[in-house]
């Protein structure tokens, strides 16, 4: 019994007592690891949908339409070439370009009506006005799109043939009128002022008037923070003459507002189901450890001092925190995915960080809840503690 | 005898007790909370998202097209119009409760001249409410207008009143290129008539309004010699995202069945909405912004998604800890339940017995658990939305059927289990 | 010398006197058995002795030190180096084998030896089961199995409470078999028994009631000591 020994043998025979307890004694195991275990997925599922999903809420505000609008400054017009930069200024930095549009507004006649024709690029036009209802088809070249109220008005329907004329009067030096044949590829059904307009690829415009790269307005849809914008703003102010850019102050107002909402309810309910579910491990380890009262009162009856005995239990349960907080962790991330792919179609960026963290929050609940109940019976009698059968 | 043991029971031991009931009313308290919010979210976050402004549209039957996005306007004189005296029964449909708010619109094409300036504009004018106060057919009171339908306007200066004579607000945009400020006058003029009017204010509305001149309804109507004509009608409504049946019914509600169109105008789509408007407002044309009306159908449905799953996760994770704790302590009543056997109860008598105390002490826990959650989920409504969260009765019996059915999937097991073993067995503590 | 001093002992609880004014000398070597019926106070009697529980006031002089007045840590040692219990419900540990639970006394005393562990239950003729848990052991085998632990740190005093009140015939004859050769060896044992057989095998009785020491028969003697009237100071 050599006294050098004898600390790596008591140390081989606490961790065999140890591991014989979580091996040995399957079904409270069982409930002490799933307790954990759902304490770590409610951790780790909930912080991850509450630092993911408002940004995923935010692309999908972008269904309202585009937030970022930018026109002529100083100039009657954009010119067409400086659309690179533009999308260059916008989509530099962390913000999601989800779409950019650039139109054309010309007075055009249909059947001596003045009606407005928009000039755009109808695949652009998809991307950033995703609420646009149309019955028929998207024009192709050659072909039209008419908003409602113009087709109420002018009797118009899918598949009519319509001449636009445009007159050069109206600008200064010219004095042609031009007229080209369309068929209307549809109907365009907003309920907006789009309703009012008849719309085509802006090559088909520019066909009629005979200029070309002349832009009135573009308009971005651009998914990021109200910080980001400002920056973007800056940006095409420093990069691009001869424009101005604004945010499109309704949607930008609202999207912060119904943002800020869904992140304080998320944080809200995070902060709630974590906290009650953490106790609820709480109270499950503290039931769990409790019904050993007779095991501790039979290893003080052995001679063990209070400490040894708090340290085994705290060995067993930091082993199930452990395992458990590991377990539930992943899950937990699983969780979020769920939703994410559920809810948005999209995935979730996993933050694997969160597992480590869910480990450690695990094994400290596990800790706390093991001791309060160990040091409770510890400190009895143990002839009180025996006796009590 | 029976009660005897039972009382006897739950007053020995009350540490697990306890621990048992304060469990079940932390799982309670989470699903209350969880659930009540849940089933009142959809209600809170459409509330949220009026802030983008109206998702319905009122226009007269056979209008001719208006422009007013990109700065056309036509002139009012072929026009049909809405009666401004008719606006008042939109707050009298079914859906009466639904609309939040609504704001009447005139334009026209006027002629502005600021004083001391030697040339007159022409300028698009908007005639509307600012925040009127409505006396309704009902007996209600209600304010419409402008200020809450704008929300993301900012005035420099002050807002104009429904009741103001002679001031208007002028669009940034206009006003800068016209040189006016706050408390400058203007002079507008249609058709031979005049107002002189000064600048209370200017807006800056980040949209077509900063190249408008905006006032109060009644002004415009007595300039443009139309009084009690409104152009048409902005409506903001609490809506339920579209399905299927609600597609069909707005494409043609006279191709529904009986049943179908009874179910599509009690349900609080838009294009039930709308048609209801059409039905008090004569002669009018009520459609959904689409703009408005998809997107928050779009936003609702998946908050309510995401606020589902979160509440099932919830769920899930409340009845397996219930569950957990449960098997656990009927586990531990092992010896009892020999010694019960041992003295010759009958399997039922001691199902019966184990049964009654846990959901004795499960309901007191279930109770006090619901309440808490009740107050958990008023702290989420204050702080979040700013508003209580609606009370649900539905809760109650979700719940409740949530923890028996736990208590009893967590118990009978385990006490079949014990059933099972051999009274000697158990007594001699295996 | 006296292995253990019991003067002037009194354990209350409130109104309640479980022990009265109890003296008693235990020799080395000596086998003593204490009876009682129930309520007497010898479950009393054997937490103080087994440092269980210390008396409200009295001395209690075991191996030369006074544990009366120990704190809990004190008491913890002197478990381990001077006692060895035997239960009356084994109070096994249910998820460690025969050997573990053996082991465990070690782990507490000095160090784990897991062949001297076997060895201590070959000795109680369990060798051959050395890996199986409480609940795989018969009863018999079980109290054997506390036995084995009892005595693998050498203690001084041997106190069993009841040692065969949940054994079979066949088992309590193995067990009372095995306290004779731990007699033989030296070994000083305290039985506490409600069994007047067992309680004949030692060499000295002493009758608890009510807390006090009613009666003490000398069974080497072969003498009986009249009733009652037992002077306060009791008979060393």
């Given at each position: 019994m050599a006294v050098e020994n004898s600390g790596a043998s008591r140390r081989r025979m606490y961790v065999r007592m140890v591991l014989r307890s979580l091996s040995r004694r399957r079904s409270r195991v069982v409930i002490a690891l799933l307790a954990i275990a759902i304490g770590a997925t409610t951790l780790t599922g909930l912080i991850s949908i509450y630092t993911d999903i408002p940004r995923q809420m935010g692309r999908e505000l972008r269904s309202y339409g585009a937030n970022l609008v930018v026109i002529p400054d100083g100039k009657p017009v954009i010119d067409a070439n400086v659309l690179p930069a533009l999308d260059a200024a916008v989509g530099d930095g962390d913000g999601d370009l989800v779409g950019r549009a650039a139109y054309r507004y010309e007075t055009v006649t249909i059947n001596s009506?003045?009606?407005?024709?928009?000039?755009?690029?109808?695949?652009?036009?998809?991307?950033?006005?995703?609420?646009?209802?149309?019955?028929?088809?998207?024009?192709?070249?050659?072909?039209?799109?008419?908003?409602?109220?113009?087709?109420?008005?002018?009797?118009?329907?899918?598949?009519?043939?319509?001449?636009?004329?445009?007159?050069?009067?109206?600008?200064?030096?010219?004095?042609?009128?031009?007229?080209?044949?369309?068929?209307?590829?549809?109907?365009?059904?907003?309920?907006?002022?789009?309703?009012?307009?008849?719309?085509?690829?802006?090559?088909?415009?520019?066909?009629?008037?005979?200029?070309?790269?002349?832009?009135?307005?573009?308009?971005?849809?651009?998914?990021?923070?109200?910080?980001?914008?400002?920056?973007?703003?800056?940006r095409i102010t420093e990069s691009t003459p001869g424009v101005a850019a604004s945010p499109v102050k309704r949607l930008a107002r609202s999207e912060t507002t119904v943002l800020a909402t869904l992140s304080s309810l998320l944080l809200l309910v995070t902060v709630i189901v974590l906290a009650l579910t953490m106790i609820t491990v709480a109270t499950t380890m503290m039931a769990v450890v409790a019904e050993r009262r007779a095991e501790i009162g039979l290893r003080k009856a052995l001679g063990a001092e209070n400490r040894s005995i708090i340290g085994e239990f705290l060995g067993e349960g930091m082993a199930l925190g452990a395992l458990g907080g590991l377990a539930g962790g992943i899950a937990g991330l699983g969780f979020a995915q769920v939703v994410s792919l559920n809810v948005f179609s999209r995935g979730i960026a996993t933050d694997w960080t969160l597992v480590p963290i869910a480990v450690l929050a695990s094994v400290a609940v596990t800790a706390v809840a093991c001791i309060v109940p160990v040091r409770r019976a510890a400190y009895i009698e143990p002839a009180i503690v025996l006796r009590g059968e | 005898m029976f009660w005897r043991m039972v009382t006897r029971a739950l007053l020995r031991q009350r540490s697990k007790r306890l621990l048992i009931a304060l469990t079940v009313a932390l799982g309670v308290s989470l699903s209350t909370a969880i659930l009540s919010v849940m089933l009142d979210v959809g209600d809170k976050v459409n509330a949220e998202l009026k802030t983008y402004g109206a998702n319905i549209v009122i226009r007269p039957k056979g209008v001719a097209a208006v422009d007013d996005l990109y700065g056309q306007l036509e002139t009012p004189a072929a026009q049909a119009m809405l009666a401004e005296a008719d606006l008042g029964k939109i707050k009298t449909i079914f859906w009466a409760f639904n609309i939040t708010d609504f704001a009447p619109?005139?334009?026209?094409?006027?002629?502005?001249?600021?004083?001391?300036?030697?040339?007159?504009?022409?300028?698009?004018?908007?005639?509307?409410?600012?925040?009127?106060?409505?006396?309704?057919?009902?007996?209600?009171?209600?304010?419409?207008?402008?200020?809450?339908?704008?929300?993301?306007?900012?005035?420099?200066?002050?807002?104009?009143?429904?009741?103001?004579?002679?001031?208007?607000?002028?669009?940034?945009?206009?006003?800068?290129?016209?040189?006016?400020?706050?408390?400058?006058?203007?002079?507008?003029?249609?058709?031979?008539?005049?107002?002189?009017?000064?600048?209370?204010?200017?807006?800056?509305?980040?949209?077509?309004?900063?190249?408008?001149?905006?006032?109060?309804?009644?002004?415009?109507?007595?300039?443009?010699?139309?009084?009690?004509?409104?152009?048409?009608?902005?409506?903001?409504?609490?809506?339920?995202?579209?399905?299927?049946?609600?597609?069909?019914?707005?494409?043609?509600?006279?191709?529904?069945?009986?049943?179908?169109?009874?179910?599509?105008?009690?349900?609080?789509?838009?294009?039930?909405?709308?048609?209801?408007?059409?039905?008090?407002?004569?002669?009018?044309?009520?459609?959904?912004?689409?703009?408005?009306?998809?997107?928050?159908?779009?936003?609702?449905?998946?908050?309510?998604?995401?606020?589902?799953?979160?509440?099932?996760?919830?769920?899930?994770?409340?009845?397996?800890?219930?569950?957990?704790?449960?098997?656990?302590?009927?586990?531990?009543?092992?010896?009892?339940?020999?010694?019960?056997?041992?003295?010759?109860?009958?399997?039922?008598?001691?199902?019966?017995?184990?049964?009654?105390?846990?959901?004795?002490?499960?309901?007191?826990?279930?109770?006090?658990?619901?309440?808490?959650?009740?107050?958990?989920?008023?702290?989420?409504?204050?702080?979040?939305?700013?508003?209580?969260?609606?009370?649900?009765?539905?809760?109650?019996?979700?719940?409740?059927?949530?923890?028996?059915?736990?208590?009893?999937?967590?118990?009978?097991?385990?006490?079949?289990?014990?059933?099972?073993?051999?009274?000697?067995?158990?007594?001699?503590?295996? | 010398m006296n292995l253990l001093e019991l003067r002037g002992v009194t354990k209350s609880y409130g109104d309640v006197h479980a022990l009265r004014d109890v003296d008693l000398c235990v020799e080395p070597g000596e086998w003593l058995s204490i009876v009682g019926p129930s309520g007497s106070g010898k479950s009393t009697m054997m937490n103080i002795v087994g440092c269980m529980d210390s008396p409200t006031a009295g001395s209690v002089v075991l191996d030369g030190v006074d544990i009366a007045s120990m704190n809990a840590s004190g008491l913890a040692h002197a478990r381990r180096n001077t006692i060895g219990l035997i239960f009356q419900k084994f109070h096994l540990v249910a998820h460690l084998s025969a050997v573990e639970n053996v082991m465990v006394a070690q782990y507490y005393h000095s160090m784990p030896d897991q062949a001297e562990a076997l060895a201590a239950l070959a000795r109680v003729g369990l060798g051959e089961r050395a890996s199986h848990l409480p609940s795989q052991l018969s009863g018999g085998e079980q109290q054997r199995v506390c036995i084995a632990r009892a005595l693998i740190n050498y203690p001084k005093l041997v106190l069993a409470d009841e040692p065969t009140g949940n054994l079979d015939e066949a088992n309590e004859l193995l067990v009372l078999d095995f306290f004779r050769q731990l007699h033989a060896d030296g070994t000083t044992l305290i039985v506490v028994t409600h069994d007047p057989e067992v309680a004949a095998l030692g060499d000295r009785q002493i009758v608890l009631n009510h807390g006090r020491i009613v009666r003490q028969i000398d069974n080497r003697a072969n003498a009986r000591v009249p009733v009652a009237l037992t002077p306060p100071g009791g008979l060393s």
């Amino acid at each position: 019994m050599a006294v050098e020994n004898s600390g790596a043998s008591r140390r081989r025979m606490y961790v065999r007592m140890v591991l014989r307890s979580l091996s040995r004694r399957r079904s409270r195991v069982v409930i002490a690891l799933l307790a954990i275990a759902i304490g770590a997925t409610t951790l780790t599922g909930l912080i991850s949908i509450y630092t993911d999903i408002p940004r995923q809420m935010g692309r999908e505000l972008r269904s309202y339409g585009a937030n970022l609008v930018v026109i002529p400054d100083g100039k009657p017009v954009i010119d067409a070439n400086v659309l690179p930069a533009l999308d260059a200024a916008v989509g530099d930095g962390d913000g999601d370009l989800v779409g950019r549009a650039a139109y054309r507004y010309e007075t055009v006649t249909i059947n001596s009506q003045p009606v407005s024709a928009a000039g755009t690029d109808l695949d652009d036009v998809r991307a950033v006005r995703p609420y646009w209802q149309v019955s028929g088809a998207w024009p192709q070249a050659g072909e039209i799109l008419v908003g409602r109220d113009v087709a109420d008005q002018l009797g118009l329907a899918t598949g009519e043939s319509v001449t636009l004329a445009w007159s050069a009067g109206k600008k200064q030096g010219s004095d042609s009128d031009s007229t080209d044949e369309f068929t209307v590829s549809g109907v365009l059904d907003t309920g907006g002022s789009e309703d009012a307009l008849v719309i085509l690829e802006r090559a088909g415009l520019e066909g009629l008037t005979g200029e070309v790269g002349a832009i009135d307005v573009v308009e971005y849809s651009v998914a990021t923070s109200a910080d980001q914008m400002s920056a973007i703003v800056t940006r095409i102010t420093e990069s691009t003459p001869g424009v101005a850019a604004s945010p499109v102050k309704r949607l930008a107002r609202s999207e912060t507002t119904v943002l800020a909402t869904l992140s304080s309810l998320l944080l809200l309910v995070t902060v709630i189901v974590l906290a009650l579910t953490m106790i609820t491990v709480a109270t499950t380890m503290m039931a769990v450890v409790a019904e050993r009262r007779a095991e501790i009162g039979l290893r003080k009856a052995l001679g063990a001092e209070n400490r040894s005995i708090i340290g085994e239990f705290l060995g067993e349960g930091m082993a199930l925190g452990a395992l458990g907080g590991l377990a539930g962790g992943i899950a937990g991330l699983g969780f979020a995915q769920v939703v994410s792919l559920n809810v948005f179609s999209r995935g979730i960026a996993t933050d694997w960080t969160l597992v480590p963290i869910a480990v450690l929050a695990s094994v400290a609940v596990t800790a706390v809840a093991c001791i309060v109940p160990v040091r409770r019976a510890a400190y009895i009698e143990p002839a009180i503690v025996l006796r009590g059968e | 005898m029976f009660w005897r043991m039972v009382t006897r029971a739950l007053l020995r031991q009350r540490s697990k007790r306890l621990l048992i009931a304060l469990t079940v009313a932390l799982g309670v308290s989470l699903s209350t909370a969880i659930l009540s919010v849940m089933l009142d979210v959809g209600d809170k976050v459409n509330a949220e998202l009026k802030t983008y402004g109206a998702n319905i549209v009122i226009r007269p039957k056979g209008v001719a097209a208006v422009d007013d996005l990109y700065g056309q306007l036509e002139t009012p004189a072929a026009q049909a119009m809405l009666a401004e005296a008719d606006l008042g029964k939109i707050k009298t449909i079914f859906w009466a409760f639904n609309i939040t708010d609504f704001a009447p619109f005139l334009e026209a094409k006027v002629s502005l001249r600021p004083e001391g300036a030697a040339e007159a504009v022409p300028v698009p004018a908007v005639g509307t409410w600012i925040a009127k106060e409505l006396a309704l057919p009902t007996g209600e009171d209600a304010i419409a207008g402008m200020r809450s339908m704008r929300s993301w306007w900012d005035v420099q200066g002050a807002w104009i009143a429904d009741t103001d004579a002679d001031t208007v607000m002028v669009g940034k945009t206009l006003a800068a290129e016209q040189g006016i400020s706050v408390g400058d006058r203007v002079n507008l003029t249609y058709s031979g008539r005049s107002i002189n009017a000064r600048v209370a204010g200017i807006v800056d509305s980040g949209g077509a309004e900063d190249g408008q001149v905006i006032v109060p309804l009644t002004m415009l109507q007595r300039l443009i010699d139309k009084p009690g004509a409104v152009g048409r009608v902005e409506v903001s409504a609490l809506t339920t995202p579209d399905n299927e049946l609600a597609r069909r019914a707005a494409k043609d509600p006279s191709s529904l069945s009986a049943q179908d169109w009874e179910t599509w105008y009690c349900t609080a789509y838009v294009s039930a909405i709308s048609y209801q408007i059409e039905e008090v407002i004569e002669g009018s044309v009520a459609k959904p912004v689409r703009q408005v009306a998809e997107s928050e159908g779009l936003i609702l449905e998946k908050t309510q998604l995401l606020m589902l799953l979160i509440t099932a996760l919830s769920l899930i994770g409340t009845a397996l800890g219930i569950a957990n704790l449960i098997t656990a302590s009927v586990m531990e009543r092992a010896p009892e339940v020999g010694l019960m056997k041992a003295l010759g109860a009958t399997d039922r008598s001691v199902v019966g017995l184990v049964l009654t105390e846990i959901v004795l002490v499960g309901s007191l826990g279930g109770v006090l658990g619901y309440l808490a959650g009740l107050g958990l989920a008023q702290i989420i409504g204050a702080s979040v939305f700013g508003s209580t969260i609606a009370f649900t009765p539905i809760v109650i019996p979700i719940v409740s059927v949530l923890v028996l059915g736990v208590i009893l999937i967590g118990s009978i097991p385990s006490i079949r289990l014990l059933l099972s073993l051999r009274p000697a067995e158990v007594l001699h503590g295996r | 010398m006296n292995l253990l001093e019991l003067r002037g002992v009194t354990k209350s609880y409130g109104d309640v006197h479980a022990l009265r004014d109890v003296d008693l000398c235990v020799e080395p070597g000596e086998w003593l058995s204490i009876v009682g019926p129930s309520g007497s106070g010898k479950s009393t009697m054997m937490n103080i002795v087994g440092c269980m529980d210390s008396p409200t006031a009295g001395s209690v002089v075991l191996d030369g030190v006074d544990i009366a007045s120990m704190n809990a840590s004190g008491l913890a040692h002197a478990r381990r180096n001077t006692i060895g219990l035997i239960f009356q419900k084994f109070h096994l540990v249910a998820h460690l084998s025969a050997v573990e639970n053996v082991m465990v006394a070690q782990y507490y005393h000095s160090m784990p030896d897991q062949a001297e562990a076997l060895a201590a239950l070959a000795r109680v003729g369990l060798g051959e089961r050395a890996s199986h848990l409480p609940s795989q052991l018969s009863g018999g085998e079980q109290q054997r199995v506390c036995i084995a632990r009892a005595l693998i740190n050498y203690p001084k005093l041997v106190l069993a409470d009841e040692p065969t009140g949940n054994l079979d015939e066949a088992n309590e004859l193995l067990v009372l078999d095995f306290f004779r050769q731990l007699h033989a060896d030296g070994t000083t044992l305290i039985v506490v028994t409600h069994d007047p057989e067992v309680a004949a095998l030692g060499d000295r009785q002493i009758v608890l009631n009510h807390g006090r020491i009613v009666r003490q028969i000398d069974n080497r003697a072969n003498a009986r000591v009249p009733v009652a009237l037992t002077p306060p100071g009791g008979l060393s």
